[in-house]
């Protein structure tokens, strides 16, 4: 009996299983048609098994999900999210310290919430427009493109990841490292944001190859 | 300001006539009473507070409750004793509060009604990791300091017993060995903590460090102390001789009193992971053998204080699996940590129980840390996240702190 580890090889048949518990909790009458017949498809297919990582508790985060797969190196999954939760800790021991010792009006201000702080950082981390090579007689231009939802978070968060891992000082930490990097992106500040901006200046600067873009 | 400090002292009145249970006239009392306190919330904030600092004053009523160390008492009572992630809690709420637990009353309550006439009683904290002994310990330290005892804390027994960078072949004895830095760490915290005790205290014997160095009969254990930070390499030496001493004078200063020639010296020796001295070492002699925990100049003087031929205190102290030396995780019993030898050195001693929280003191810590706007994530604040978080933690402190931290 094979034990398949990556690119598990279920057969196409399978459908994906619903872990959001909300999902179950809808009664048939607030249901579009496709969601009534994916309902009905899921009674008679057979569903693939749940992956380790996903829970159906209030607790469990899709982005938070996707950033821990994307810091995981070599199969690593408890380093990864051990060190995502002690990025969640520095980040709120920093910010309740500052809200305890602030005055009145600026507890007002101040963000404790690690995810909230996180989602935050990662919205404003998106670029909203991206280059694409693309090459006319001979020579490869760089051209302005839409990006999808996906792509944006993907790139959002692979250059967190890569701003962490080569740009800081090697002897700190990288729970300590993504806590700074995720706390400036979160008001707006720091090289991740630098990077951003970068790229949307290098797509306005060739915006005359806008029309190589045939899709 | 003002108004929030009235309804403080109501709510003193408020809780303390509810304990008398008195009779119609006092009922009337708590409604009028109750009628002018703030609302469900300032009554949710006594519920997992208590504004009684003073531990000798704590009792039945204040189980499950938080109580603040006063910052001057911190300084002087706990410079090394508190575990990390407390005081990383303490260093971010801005505050240090101690949850009032059944081990810790129970101690204090005994450590009331010594007898200093009779041999030093020993008091073992013992259970699973993570449930609370050193805090419960720390609780005990802190009356004791507030009582005016000396207090000999030794935060961590088992960090004496490996990762010992040097490790000096002993002046004195041929057969031990030295660990400098360590004793001279010990020494300076010990002067932190009894600077007001040093300077009455006076030594009976006159102790020669080398050819050149000596400390006279007569003179203080301030200078003693000295002797030991100054020279480094006689450190050890000193930590001996300075446990000789109190355990001399723990029991001469009664005889004093008897004489009418003032307070008695209190001496309470607090040691963390009491089972490092009867285990194994990882240190090696420089030959690669192994070496046995007897021949530390440190364990061997603190072996002599921990046994209950002195009077005029107590020992507490507790067991600890989590430094432990080649000791397998599921082992929390005195009998399994302590080994035989240990076993028979501690034996006669009081058993102290330390269990996960209970239900009530669960409640208070969940209260505490959403107080205290820890718990941050909406899901923890809704009755299934604290149901999830009660199912994963096994409330169990520790693990719940850990558990918090992230969310």
Same mark, same amino acid.
């Given at each position: 009996?094979?034990?398949?580890?990556?690119?598990?090889?279920?057969?196409?048949?399978?459908?994906?299983?619903?872990?959001?518990?909300?999902?179950?909790?809808?009664?048939?009458? =607030?249901?579009?048609? =496709?969601?009534?017949?994916?309902?009905?498809?899921?009674?008679?297919?057979?569903?693939?098994?749940?992956?380790?990582?996903?829970?159906?508790?209030?607790?469990?985060?899709?982005?938070?999900?996707?950033?821990?797969?994307?810091?995981?190196?070599?199969?690593?999954?408890?380093?990864?999210?051990?060190?995502?939760?002690?990025?969640?800790?520095?980040?709120?021991?920093?910010?309740?310290?500052?809200?305890?010792?602030?005055?009145?009006?600026?507890?007002?201000?101040?963000?404790?919430?690690?995810?909230?702080?996180?989602?935050?950082?990662?919205?404003?981390?998106?670029?909203?427009?991206?280059?694409?090579?693309?090459?006319?007689?001979?020579?490869?231009?760089?051209?302005?493109?839409?990006?999808?939802?996906?792509?944006?978070?993907?790139?959002?968060?692979?250059?967190?990841?890569?701003?962490?891992?080569?740009?800081?000082?090697?002897?700190?930490?990288?729970?300590?490292?993504?806590?700074? =990097?995720?706390?400036?992106?979160?008001?707006?500040?720091?090289?991740?944001?630098?990077?951003?901006?970068?790229?949307?200046?290098?797509?306005?600067?060739?915006?005359?190859?806008?029309?190589?873009?045939?899709? | 300001?003002?108004?929030?400090?009235?309804?403080?002292?109501?709510?003193?009145?408020?809780?303390?006539?509810?304990?008398?249970?008195?009779?119609?006239?006092?009922?009337?009392?708590?409604?009028?009473?109750?009628?002018?306190?703030?609302?469900?919330?300032?009554?949710?904030?006594?519920?997992?507070?208590?504004?009684?600092?003073?531990?000798?004053?704590?009792?039945? +009523?204040?189980?499950?409750?938080?109580?603040?160390?006063?910052?001057?008492?911190?300084?002087?009572?706990?410079?090394?004793?508190?575990?990390?992630?407390?005081?990383?809690?303490?260093?971010?709420?801005?505050?240090?509060?101690?949850? +009032?637990?059944?081990?810790?009353?129970?101690?204090?309550?005994?450590?009331?009604?010594?007898?200093?006439?009779?041999?030093?009683?020993?008091?073992?904290?013992?259970?699973?990791?993570?449930?609370?002994?050193?805090?419960?310990?720390?609780? #005990?330290?802190?009356?004791?300091?507030?009582?005016?005892?000396?207090?000999?804390?030794?935060?961590?027994?088992?960090?004496?017993?490996?990762?010992?960078?040097?490790?000096?072949?002993?002046?004195?004895?041929?057969?031990?060995?030295?660990?400098?830095?360590?004793? #001279?760490?010990?020494?300076?915290?010990?002067?932190?903590?009894?600077?007001?005790?040093?300077?009455?205290?006076?030594?009976?014997?006159?102790?020669?460090?080398?050819?050149?160095?000596?400390?006279?009969?007569?003179?203080?254990?301030?200078?003693?102390?000295?002797?030991?930070?100054?020279?480094?390499?006689?450190?050890?030496?000193?930590?001996?001789?300075?446990?000789?001493?109190?355990?001399?004078?723990?029991?001469?200063?009664?005889?004093?009193?008897?004489?009418?020639?003032?307070?008695?010296?209190?001496?309470?020796?607090?040691?963390?992971?009491?089972?490092?001295?009867?285990?194994?070492?990882?240190?090696?002699?420089?030959?690669? #053998?192994?070496?046995?925990?007897?021949?530390?100049?440190?364990?061997?003087?603190?072996?002599?204080?921990?046994?209950?031929?002195?009077?005029?205190?107590?020992?507490? #102290?507790?067991?600890?699996?989590?430094?432990?030396?080649?000791?397998?995780?599921?082992?929390?019993?005195?009998?399994?940590?302590?080994?035989?030898?240990?076993?028979?050195?501690?034996?006669?001693?009081?058993?102290?129980?330390?269990?996960?929280?209970?239900?009530?003191?669960?409640?208070?810590?969940?209260?505490?840390?959403?107080?205290?706007?820890?718990?941050?994530?909406?899901?923890?604040?809704?009755?299934?996240?604290?149901?999830?978080?009660?199912?994963?933690?096994?409330?169990?402190?520790? +693990?719940?702190?850990?558990?918090?931290?992230?969310?």
């Amino acid at each position: 009996m094979l034990t398949l580890v990556r690119w598990s090889r279920y057969n196409p048949y399978y459908l994906d299983p619903e872990t959001n518990r909300d999902a179950y909790t809808k009664p048939d009458t =607030e249901l579009t048609p =496709e969601q009534i017949e994916e309902r009905e498809l899921k009674k008679v297919r057979p569903i693939k098994a749940a992956v380790a990582a996903v829970s159906s508790s209030g607790f469990n985060d899709p982005l938070m999900n996707k950033f821990i797969n994307m810091m995981m190196q070599e199969g690593k999954k408890i380093l990864a999210r051990d060190i995502m939760n002690q990025t969640l800790e520095s980040i709120k021991r920093k910010q309740v310290e500052k809200y305890h010792k602030a005055g009145q009006k600026a507890k007002m201000e101040i963000e404790c919430n690690p995810h909230a702080i996180f989602h935050q950082a990662m919205e404003n981390c998106k670029p909203v427009i991206g280059l694409a090579s693309i090459q006319r007689g001979g020579k490869s231009y760089q051209v302005p493109i839409p990006l999808t939802d996906e792509r944006r978070r993907f790139l959002a968060m692979k250059w967190m990841i890569a701003e962490c891992r080569d740009n800081k000082h090697r002897r700190t930490h990288m729970y300590e490292k993504l806590s700074q =990097e995720l706390l400036s992106a979160f008001s707006n500040e720091g090289n991740v944001i630098k990077k951003k901006h970068e790229l949307h200046k290098m797509a306005e600067a060739n915006r005359a190859y806008a029309h190589y873009r045939w899709w | 300001m003002s108004l929030h400090r009235i309804s403080l002292r109501l709510r003193r009145v408020a809780t303390q006539a509810r304990q008398l249970h008195v009779s119609g006239g006092g009922h009337q009392q708590l409604e009028a009473v109750a009628v002018e306190t703030s609302p469900a919330a300032a009554r949710e904030l006594s519920f997992f507070r208590t504004t009684e600092t003073d531990p000798a004053c704590h009792g039945e +009523v204040h189980l499950g409750q938080y109580y603040t160390l006063p910052p001057a008492h911190l300084r002087n009572a706990f410079p090394h004793g508190l575990p990390y992630r407390f005081q990383l809690q303490m260093k971010t709420f801005n505050e240090s509060c101690v949850m +009032v637990r059944q081990p810790a009353l129970d101690i204090i309550s005994h450590l009331k009604k010594t007898d200093f006439t009779k041999p030093a009683i020993r008091y073992l904290l013992y259970g699973l990791g993570g449930s609370g002994k050193t805090m419960s310990l720390c609780h #005990s330290v802190h009356y004791c300091y507030t009582q005016g005892w000396l207090i000999l804390h030794i935060p961590d027994a088992h960090l004496w017993v490996k990762n010992c960078k040097e490790l000096l072949p002993s002046s004195s004895r041929p057969t031990r060995f030295d660990q400098p830095v360590e004793a #001279s760490h010990w020494l300076k915290n010990f002067k932190t903590t009894n600077e007001a005790f040093l300077p009455k205290l006076k030594t009976t014997q006159r102790y020669v460090w080398t050819k050149r160095e000596s400390t006279e009969e007569g003179s203080t254990l301030a200078e003693l102390v000295e002797q030991g930070l100054t020279r480094v390499r006689s450190s050890s030496d000193v930590v001996g001789a300075l446990l000789r001493e109190l355990r001399m004078q723990a029991g001469a200063s009664l005889e004093e009193e008897e004489e009418g020639q003032g307070g008695a010296l209190k001496v309470a020796v607090v040691v963390d992971g009491i089972n490092a001295l009867w285990g194994r070492t990882t240190l090696k002699k420089e030959d690669r #053998s192994a070496l046995v925990p007897e021949e530390l100049t440190l364990i061997h003087n603190l072996r002599k204080m921990v046994k209950n031929d002195w009077r005029g205190g107590a020992i507490i #102290s507790s067991l600890s699996q989590t430094g432990a030396l080649y000791s397998p995780k599921h082992h929390y019993l005195p009998q399994e940590l302590l080994g035989e030898e240990g076993f028979d050195s501690m034996d006669p001693f009081v058993p102290v129980p330390v269990s996960n929280y209970s239900e009530k003191e669960f409640e208070s810590c969940y209260l505490y840390y959403t107080d205290r706007n820890w718990l941050q994530h909406p899901h923890s604040r809704t009755e299934e996240g604290k149901r999830e978080l009660v199912f994963l933690s096994n409330r169990n402190p520790t +693990v719940f702190e850990r558990l918090c931290a992230s969310l």
